[in-house]
């Protein structure tokens, strides 16, 4: 048995910010000088990010330092900004009613209702409280109090995968009906001072919410109440096929996410593109065959664009044109990298368009690690 995707949904905070206007405003906390600001508004610029959705912003539009109050003027080279505390306060805060917008969105295109739910399972690695935002998820929705919970943390950008994974796993044994939701506010993680590393992150991370409904192949589209999803599919259903994950030698200094005293602090290597491109294709070329495909049997790739080099590096590793990560870049465009949430609107939009299958999910964590999924 597999698990047949009914319905994705998808959330993001109430406000937005330009990339111009959020190198302005992250001037104030980053740089001591007008290089230093000439650099990070050419750093800005390069990530291919048009504008992101923020919880910790205010109003979308107006003076620049008026935007937003959670993060103070900095105070020195010494300043960390918020302690952590703080920014898991204000995760705790917004992240439960964004994972409840996104999860509602998704049921409303299953057809599934809420009561009729088996699964639960949680994604983030942006925050951290108990009980958490499966607890706020089945009050929200109404959902049965014995549905069975499983939460992936701290897993990075690939953690929806491994949400996918522990999903299609149920559907194998039982008539499921599972809902798989990420909740990510990357922006409360906003780094204070000149580190080249944490500035990459401040210009590429944004907030937002996906889940997607899935349900076992013994669960008949007649036994779904409500309207089915109308999103347009061409050929069949989407059904989660297979997944796979490689964690790549060499290179676990090339990515990390640690808990610090000011939030959690990213490390980013320009090594990164280059270990993509060297230990992508073999991986995946072996993984594909394994389940009887090859690279040019992939009908489409939701590739998690991580940034544009990330991009970039994918699809020289794999010997992709420009337009196979299209919906990726179009998706990071308008609302930056969302870690883990990203994968969601990308599969989304792919359904929309009635992108070809099979599809190949691909996303990368700390590790450095390759996550896959398979969907046919």
């Known amino acids: 048995m597999t698990l047949r995707i009914v319905g994705i949904g998808t959330a993001t905070p109430g406000h937005s910010i330009l990339q111009d206007d959020a190198a302005a405003l992250h001037a104030a906390f980053t740089t001591t000088d007008e290089r230093q600001a000439r650099l990070l508004r050419a750093l800005y610029r390069r990530t291919g990010v048009r504008s992101r959705h923020s919880a910790i912003l205010d109003v979308s539009d107006g003076p620049i330092e008026r935007r937003q109050t959670f993060y103070p003027p900095s105070a020195g080279p010494d300043d960390g900004g918020p302690p952590t505390a703080a920014r898991m306060e204000r995760y705790e805060r917004e992240a439960p009613g964004l994972a409840l917008a996104a999860a509602e969105a998704a049921l409303d295109r299953s057809g599934v209702q809420g009561g009729e739910l088996t699964h639960l399972v949680t994604v983030s690695c942006t925050g951290f409280f108990s009980p958490g935002v499966d607890a706020h998820v089945i009050d929200g929705l ?114 990390s996410w640690r808990v610090g005293d000011h939030g959690f602090h990213m490390t980013l290597s320009a090594r990164v593109p280059d270990l993509i491109r060297d230990s992508l294709g073999p991986w995946m070329c072996a993984w594909l065959a394994g389940n009887g495909l090859t690279v040019a049997d992939v009908g489409s790739w939701a590739v998690h664009p991580g940034g544009p080099r990330i991009l970039e590096a994918v699809r020289e590793a794999l010997d992709l044109p420009d337009a196979a990560t299209e919906v990726s870049q179009e998706v990071l465009a308008g609302h930056g990298n969302m870690s883990s949430a990203t994968i969601l609107f990308i599969l989304e939009e792919m359904r929309r368009r009635g992108a070809r299958l099979p599809c190949v999910a691909l996303a990368f964590g700390p590790g450095l690690v390759a996550e896959a999924t398979l969907i046919g």
């Open 142 to 255: 109404g959902l049965r109090p014995e549905v069975e919970r499983t939460h992936v943390g701290f897993m990075g950008c690939h953690g929806t995968l491994n949400g996918l994974r522990v999903a299609a796993a149920y559907a194998r044994d039982a008539q499921v009906r599972a809902l798989v939701c990420s909740v990510e506010l990357c922006s409360l993680h906003f780094a204070y001072g000149w580190h080249p590393d944490r500035m990459v992150a401040n210009a590429l991370f944004a907030d937002g919410a996906g889940a997607l409904v899935g349900v076992s192949d013994e669960v008949a589209p007649d036994d779904r109440a409500g309207q089915p999803d109308s999103t347009p599919r061409r050929g069949k259903e989407w059904r989660v096929l297979a997944s796979g994950g490689c964690l790549f030698p060499d290179a676990d200094d090339a990515m």
